[in-house]
């Protein structure tokens, strides 16, 4: 099993910038495609980006230009770095690591964006 600790979330101003940071434990070897998902109140969760041990990249369409997300494989860390938030992107952020085994979650670290 992994072990998903996210952490970055917070509240920023729109326009404003954060950094989240997700740290895997346990057993890392067996993780392929790690990605971030978001649910907001009301709403169903969300693929915001992922990224395959290869380094094949998806984001969804509302944040592309706008967000990144990176892997440091060493670290068995995965990050996005969110640029110029929008209230709309105000969630609860989960990190995910697909496995040989199945799909593990992190709990979640909430981005809060003002207007």
């Known amino acids: 099993q992994v072990q998903l600790v996210e952490s970055g979330g917070g509240l920023v101003q729109a326009g404003g910038s954060l950094k989240l940071s997700c740290a895997a434990s346990?057993?890392?070897?067996?993780?392929?495609?790690m990605g971030w998902y978001r649910q907001a109140p009301g709403q169903e969760r969300e693929l915001v980006a992922s990224?395959?041990?290869?380094?094949?990249?998806n984001y969804v369409d509302s944040v592309k230009g706008r967000f990144t997300i990176s892997r440091d494989s060493a670290k068995n860390t995965v990050y996005l770095q969110m640029n110029s938030l929008k209230p709309e992107d105000t969630a609860v952020y989960y990190c995910?690591?697909?496995?040989?085994?199945?799909?593990?979650w992190g709990k979640g670290t909430l981005v809060t964006v003002s207007s």
């Open positions: 990224i395959s041990s290869g380094g094949n990249i």
């Open positions: 995910n690591a697909d496995t040989t085994y199945g799909r593990d």
């Open positions: 346990g057993s890392t070897r067996s993780i392929g495609t």
